[in-house]
């Protein structure tokens, strides 16, 4: 077998691998590091931070749906600075490469949060999730609007420079997401994250209520996965000079070589790591065997495969 | 860590499966209180999440080796298809999980408090206690007598054993929790050991905050991943200077410190 070049880049920073963590499903990194090593994939997306501490929203907090689950976690975590002070050097002793995900309720804390990472080293990337559905007010989501998803990415980009890549998470629930992933890549975004949860409802008939906490959540899981690689093909159709970090669903090898093909320079793996905490090592060993069994030499000539003309193979 | 173990047993007992499974040395870190969780309906199932189970109890033999025994009651599709698997099948499983429960120093008189399907895991513990010398009495309770886990061997490691039912199909007729008041001035009991319904444990819990008795408590709450990567499953507790906050039932239990867990909160935004 021949042997792939695997490595890839968003933005300006360079992956050995295109296997990353999806963010909010690996914590901070520590608990995975008990089942391999955090440098052995491409990179780690670490949990949505935000400007302050959270507790997040009432349990239950999951539910377990056919091929997917619902959650409704709303962004609990130790705030930004207690982030840096404590997990990002954790994660730089443990050599992983380090994709810090930011999620404010305003423009203006999105941009407290690049300000405060600005001058934070070891970190390859910010992800700027516009598009968690676990929010109180649908209208915080700003990835559903398309001039608010712009504000955002401005003020981050203005804050934090030109060298760090920002990656804007969109959601899959809108009714034009072309038109706004061109929005935030005018705006400055470097690259974009395809796809964040898509918003759903469980009614528990025990008790004839919706089953979680917070009524509504976010759905992954294969479930989810025809939304995730239709959504990166358009925008790669669109905007081919854009890298895509592709998630949704991705649980082997041959999901992952979908949103390669679709048009992902990367991908993240979520909701596969809760039901297989060593997901990640299994999915990059077989999409490394896959594109060498399809004859690829290098990932890079995979990535928007599916676009190409039939007479060009 | 995660690991294929074999099934080498699998019997029905009344409500409940026990199944016996070979984890090799594994069974050496198992303490009571800790969990497992498995794998479910195969590699084309449209069921993405492990499930979690108590370990009941750990022995080490010359025939198989390190086993752990799980009491499953088939009440959802998971727990079904686990129930279904014939002895010598292969099980995808993460072993083990979560804070176990903390055995003192010293002999003291205890008191073990199980609820309904959550009771398997105190005879394992009874056992550990009963061997460090402690004097171990344990009360049972469920709706009715059919979800009640009593093994005839369990007993032995008991000084005491008492059975509640709210409709008295088994035992006496009553609350789990309506003895426990008077047990605890009468047998001058110093630790309550409780796994089963949060209600119940929140009930324990108010009994044991008035007179100053540990309650070391095995919390229950849905969760997805077992290893603490997916914040669903949490449960609000105090800190030392009163701060709450949301910590995993995973990670940070399934044992926690009654005290410390907020059981009016439980359910509930803070």
Known sequence: MTSVDFSTTLGNSWFPSPIFTASGCASSGRELAQFFALHDIGGVVTKSVMNKARTGRQTPRMAETPSGMLNSIGLQGPGIDAFIAKDIPYLIEEKARIIVSIAGETIEEYSTLARKLRGVAGISAIEVNISCPNVENRGLVFACDADASRRVIDGVRRTIGGELPIIAKLSPDVTDLVSIAKGVVDAGADALSLINTVLGMVINLETMRPHLGGKTGGLSGPAIRPIAVRAVYQVHEAMPSVPILGMGGISSGRDALEFIAAGASAVSVGTASFGNPTALISIQKELKELLAIKGFTSLRDAVGFAHRDQAAD | ?270
């Not at chain 2, 886990?149 to 032995?156: H, L, S, T």
């Not at chain 2, 940070?252 to 907020?262: F, I, K, S, T, Y």
């Open chain 2, 1 to 270: 860590m995660q690991i294929n173990a074999t099934l080498i047993s699998n019997k029905r007992i009344g409500q409940y499966h026990q199944l016996i499974i070979n984890i090799g040395d594994l069974a050496i870190d198992c303490k009571p209180g800790n969990f497992v969780a498995i794998s479910v309906g195969g590699d084309s199932s449209r069921m993405i999440l492990r499930r979690a189970f108590a370990i009941s109890r750990t022995s080490i033999s010359a025939t198989f080796g390190g086993t752990m025994e799980l009491i499953v009651a088939a009440h959802g599709q998971g727990s079904r298809w686990l129930c279904e698997q014939s002895e010598g099948v292969s099980l995808d499983v993460v072993v083990p999980l979560g804070t176990a429960f903390g055995i003192p120093t010293e002999s003291l008189p205890v008191l073990l408090v199980g609820g309904g399907y959550g009771s398997a895991p105190l005879f394992g513990l009874a056992e550990v206690l009963n061997a460090r010398g402690c004097r171990v009495d344990m009360l049972l309770g469920a709706s009715t007598g059919t979800k009640i886990y009593a093994p005839m061997e369990g007993k032995r490691a008991v000084n005491s054993l008492r059975i509640f039912t709210e409709d008295g199909s088994m035992g006496q007729m009553g609350r789990v929790t309506d003895p426990i008041p008077d047990l605890i001035a009468d047998l001058n009991i110093a630790v309550i050991y409780s796994c089963g319904p949060m209600p119940m444990l929140g009930a324990i819990n108010a009994i044991t905050s008035k007179v100053g008795v540990v309650h070391q408590a095995a919390v229950e709450e849905a969760m997805a991943c077992g290893v603490g990567i997916c914040m669903t499953c949490v449960v609000p507790v105090a800190d030392s200077i009163g701060a709450i906050s949301m910590l995993r039932s995973c990670i940070d239990g399934p044992v926690m410190d009654g005290a410390l867990v907020q059981w009016d909160k439980v359910g509930r935004a803070l």
